[in-house]
């Protein structure tokens, strides 16, 4: 337990005096004053280690022993318990406020408590978190200021309140009527679904770079309709295999969605995340609240059932797979593509089509082309490819080639600032598909974010004003 000293004792650590020294671990030897043990635990969380602490398993860095959390100095405590609070009290999550998280105004998911930013524990935790980010951005997108319609796939000959078979995409009100351009956003692989283009993004720095919301927003600037698709939920729960138990429904479900695209060979997102919190400052009513929460959880600590779900959550063991099966013409990224457009997009009287497609997106619209390019490439359209895995195939036709160098770009994953020309050598003489700039930032999944001016600089060049910023201005226009 602690080491209290009556004296002013030294550091063995930072070589300051301290009127109370801190012993964490069973070596005497290694106590040390708050500021070190705080900057230790900081440092945990921030690499993502915070589970092995709250579990009893993270060593200490000199005896190599287990820390004791409970002997840690009281505002440290505090911090954990704020972090222990995130920690639904069900096995079966409905919304991101179960999880004590709410995103604010600044687009960030918080800590209600103490507006913390998201820390991760396991990949059991971050997957289900994320599947209620899912539900929190297309509620979003169903709500008054967007009233975007939910449209369920593959289309039924009579209409059912059970999609459980199907997949949803989202249009905006005006799609069917809105006769000025098109908007058609497709993102790539892995869990994201329609609203996201990263997951990770969403939850680790905030739906202006994460979400489609910013290419939403310019849409209605430029009077155009969107369409949103959905090519990565290709299959569904079997209802036999469902387990009668709604908790571990529920995260099955989950965790066949977080792994679904799992053996794919494009670039994938959300597969682990680890963040970092924000200052350990904290004000006496979020102190008086935390003690309030600490008090709580030790109440509920005397409870098997909440240690059950702890554990649970804390545990890095994957959960069982659910029965699957694939969605009829809905089963690939490619058919989905393919299905929208044949039953969906066709009916849309947009004069004009601007595509944005991230990642695997881009092969996605690369075989749409290949399969339609009677009826796509005569009709006007521009392409922004966002760190896409598409690509021109030896064979592949003039038409498609010179439609291509014409009307697309792709912003690739670079340091270089947003829009700068980048220059690739390609094997086998293959040049790239169109011109390519740099996004503004060297991470895959932060590209569509970081982009979406470059991308409407593009699709609507005579915007361009001495306004802009300067990022904007290293895309020349004249090749555009």
């Known amino acids: 337990m602690s080491n209290t000293s009556e004296n002013v004792d030294e550091c063995p650590i930072c070589n300051e005096e301290s009127t109370k020294l801190y012993q964490c671990c069973p070596n005497k030897s290694d106590s040390c004053c708050e500021t070190c043990w705080s900057k230790f635990i900081s440092s945990v969380i921030d690499t993502g280690n915070v589970t092995s602490l709250l579990t009893g398993k993270l060593a200490c860095h000199y005896c190599h022993e287990p820390i004791d959390r409970n002997s840690l100095p009281e505002k440290i405590q505090i911090r954990l318990n704020s972090i222990l609070s995130t920690i639904p009290k069900t096995k079966n999550p409905k919304s991101i406020e179960d999880f004590n998280y709410s995103y604010s105004n600044s687009n960030e998911l918080r800590n209600r408590l103490t507006n913390d930013k998201f820390i991760f524990l396991t990949q059991r935790y971050y997957n289900l978190l994320g599947g209620c980010v899912d539900t929190y951005i297309q509620s979003l997108m169903k709500s008054d200021r967007w009233n975007y319609q939910e449209i369920w796939l593959p289309i039924k000959d009579e209409p059912t309140d059970d999609h459980s078979d199907q997949v949803n995409i989202f249009t905006s009100s005006d799609f069917n009527t809105n006769e000025n ?62 387990d009668t138990d709604d908790d571990t429904a529920s995260v099955n479900k989950n965790e066949t969605s977080a792994s679904e695209d799992a053996n794919s060979s494009n670039k994938t997102e959300d597969i682990v995340v680890t963040n970092s919190t924000s200052t350990d400052k904290e004000s006496k009513s979020t102190e008086e609240k935390l003690s309030a929460t600490s008090d709580d959880k030790n109440k509920r600590d005397e409870n098997s059932i909440d240690d059950d779900i702890i554990s649970f959550y804390l545990s890095a063991n994957p959960l069982p797979r659910q029965i699957t099966k694939k969605i009829p013409n809905l089963s690939t990224n490619r058919e989905h593509v393919l299905y929208v457009y044949d039953h969906i997009i066709t009916k849309c009287p947009a004069a004009k089509f601007y595509i944005v497609a991230h990642s695997a997106g881009g092969d996605g619209l690369m075989y749409l082309l290949r399969k339609r390019h009677d009826k796509i490439l005569p009709k006007p359209s521009k392409i922004a490819f966002t760190d896409s895995v598409h690509s021109v195939l030896p064979l592949e036709s003039n038409e498609i080639k010179s439609f291509l160098k014409s009307n697309a770009i792709h912003f690739i994953a670079s340091d270089e600032p947003m829009g700068a020309p980048i220059d690739y050598v390609y094997d086998f003489s293959q040049g790239p598909a169109c011109q390519e700039v740099s996004a503004g930032h060297p991470k895959h999944e932060y590209t569509s974010g970081h982009a979406v001016q470059g991308v409407f600089n593009f699709f609507f060049p005579i915007d361009k004003t001495n306004d802009d910023d300067d990022d904007d201005d290293n895309i020349d226009r004249t090749k555009l």
Request: one cysteine or more; a positive charge; aromatic letters at 6%.
């Open 181 to 242: 351009g098109c908007l058609i956003l497709l993102q790539g692989s892995g869990v994201v679904r329609p609203g996201q283009w990263a997951r990770s993004c969403c939850i680790n720095d905030s739906l202006d770079i994460g979400s489609m919301f910013p290419y939403m927003t310019k849409a209605k600037e430029h009077n155009l309709s969107v369409i949103i698709l959905n090519p990565n939920q290709t299959s569904y729960v079997e209802k036999a295999s469902v």
